[in-house]
């Protein structure tokens, strides 16, 4: 690890890189991308600086502009501030049938914001709506800081919000 990425990536982070690093053969290190910039995300409270992706690239060896591609591309990563507690509620066809619409709804109302913004005190962010989460199984469902939550209803969301600090 470099001077460089022990200031930017905490030892925490360095050593789930390195869980992940270690599922891969040596010539698939790219592989571990998106396990870290999830751990190098969740160190800064939900969203990746540029510093933070130079930094795992330089420690996974693959080019920067690569590591930027699959951040940008994935709903999952945040390239800017949102909020302590990132809110993603699940709108494919799966989960709308199964009443993703009401958990919607629901949730707007409760925090009095709108998909893609956050609450004024910088508690939740609710993501644009998530075109699928992979938990059609148990719809309707939501991830909160990556923690799956499913089969919802009005009540259990409430219980999982008003959990959050």
Not at 34 to 55: C, K, P
Not at 76 to 103: D, K, Q, W, Y
Not at 117 to 124: A, L, N
Request: proline share 4%.
């Amino acid at each position: 690890m470099s001077v460089a990425e022990a200031q930017v990536l905490s030892q925490h982070t360095i050593d789930e890189i390195d869980e992940w690093l270690s599922r891969y053969p040596a010539d698939r290190r790219e592989s571990a991308v998106l396990g870290a910039l999830r751990a190098a995300q969740h160190q800064n409270e939900g969203y990746l600086t540029t510093d933070m992706m130079d930094a795992i690239a330089d420690y996974i060896g693959m080019p920067k502009i690569a590591v930027y591609e699959v951040a940008s591309f994935y709903s999952m990563f945040e390239l800017e501030p949102v909020a302590r507690h990132n809110v993603a509620i699940c709108t494919n066809i799966s989960c709308m049938l199964m009443g993703s619409e009401c958990i919607v709804n629901h949730v707007e109302n409760k925090l009095g914001i709108k998909l893609g913004e956050s609450t004024p005190d910088g508690r939740i962010y609710l993501k644009v709506e998530e075109e699928c989460l992979a938990g059609c199984a148990g719809g309707p469902m939501m991830q909160v800081d990556h923690v799956y939550h499913t089969r919802l209803t009005p009540e259990k969301v409430d219980d999982i919000l008003d959990g959050l600090e």
